[in-house]
């Protein structure tokens, strides 16, 4: 692959990150329930990408209903985690997904783990443990829910790169589609829903989730799941940033310790992996 498709797979990453990182405070600032504001942004993304989807439509297969069924999961729990704990907690712990990148890696994908995978998950579960250790009972539930959002982030990593044959908008709306469908049977009326609410859909459909899956999905057809998974750590600094600008939450010490670990565990796992390429000690 010529350089210049990398360094736009790059950027395309930087920008799906810092998308992606509005989320905590638009999660905040809405009215809505989980299931709500889930259903409602992936409904708005997938009727912005109808005409584009429509027009290169491909065949559905089992592809398309693995990667659809991890999406579905991966947005759906980290709405569901901000709501239930601070979003710092359930940013942080969905960046857990490189850990089940580096699991799942050789069963999907063939690429065996190195020394550096096992200093990457040794320190990144280390900060999963001491934001489990921090967390109040009230914030238990959003924790788990943050962690399983991860297992469901690393699947969609792996299963994108597995399936980057696909077209990235056909992907992208098909998956955006399955989410409305999944969770409209479940959703209760919203008594409370202002105006102001559905305008924060529509910039979470278009804004914050429709461009940045559309970039990031792009991007893995360009660069290596392990580097999509470490450029989007931009996410998880930023996202508490805005979440601070927006409604005045701030991450606990526990949350910050822990956080800061679990990044740690993640830089360190691809920058030694790095070095092994380098070495020549590592296919």
Same mark, same amino acid.
């Given at each position: 692959m010529n350089t210049t498709s990398v360094i736009q797979g790059r950027l395309m990453l930087v920008?799906? &990150? =810092?998308?992606?990182?509005l989320s905590g405070a638009i999660i905040k600032s809405a009215d809505l329930s989980a299931l709500s504001i889930a259903f409602?942004?992936?409904? !708005?993304? &997938?009727?912005c990408l109808a005409p584009l989807a429509w027009r290169r439509r491909q065949p559905l297969d089992w592809g398309n209903l693995w990667l659809a069924l991890a999406y579905t999961g991966s947005v759906t729990l980290l709405v569901a985690a901000t709501k239930a704990t601070t979003a710092a907690n359930a940013i942080l712990l969905q960046y857990? @997904?490189? %850990? +089940? %990148? +580096?699991?799942l890696g050789l069963p999907l994908l063939g690429e065996r783990p190195g020394w550096g995978d096992w200093v990457g998950l040794v320190l990144t579960m280390a900060g999963v443990g001491w934001i489990f250790a921090g967390a109040g009972e009230a914030d238990s539930l959003g924790?788990?829910?943050?962690?399983?959002?991860?297992?469901?982030?690393?699947m969609l990593i792996l299963l994108q790169r597995r399936y980057r044959h696909k077209d990235p908008f056909w992907v992208l709306g098909v998956n955006n589609a399955v989410v409305a469908l999944l969770l409209l049977p479940w959703l209760e009326p919203e008594p409370a829903s202002t105006v102001g609410d559905l305008g924060l859909m529509v910039v979470?459909? !278009? !804004?914050?989730?429709? #461009? /940045?899956?559309?970039? +990031?999905?792009?991007?893995?057809?360009? !660069? /290596?799941?392990?580097?999509?998974?470490? #450029?989007?750590?931009?996410? /998880?600094?930023?996202?508490? %940033?805005?979440? @601070?600008? &927006? =409604?005045?939450?701030l991450p606990g010490l526990s949350t910050q310790a822990g956080g800061a670990i679990v990044l740690l565990g993640v830089v360190a796992r691809y920058a030694l992996a790095a070095g092994e390429r380098l070495s020549g000690t590592r296919d």
């Open positions: 920008t799906a &990150a =810092v998308g992606w990182s409602g942004r992936s409904l !708005v993304a &997938a009727l857990t @997904a490189p %850990v +089940f %990148v +580096f699991l924790v788990m829910l943050g962690l399983a959002s991860g297992l469901s982030f690393g979470m459909g !278009v !804004v914050q989730l429709g #461009i /940045p899956y559309l970039l +990031f999905f792009m991007a893995l057809q360009r !660069v /290596p799941a392990r580097e999509g998974a470490l #450029i989007t750590l931009l996410e /998880p600094l930023l996202n508490p %940033v805005w979440v @601070a600008l &927006a =409604v005045g939450e």
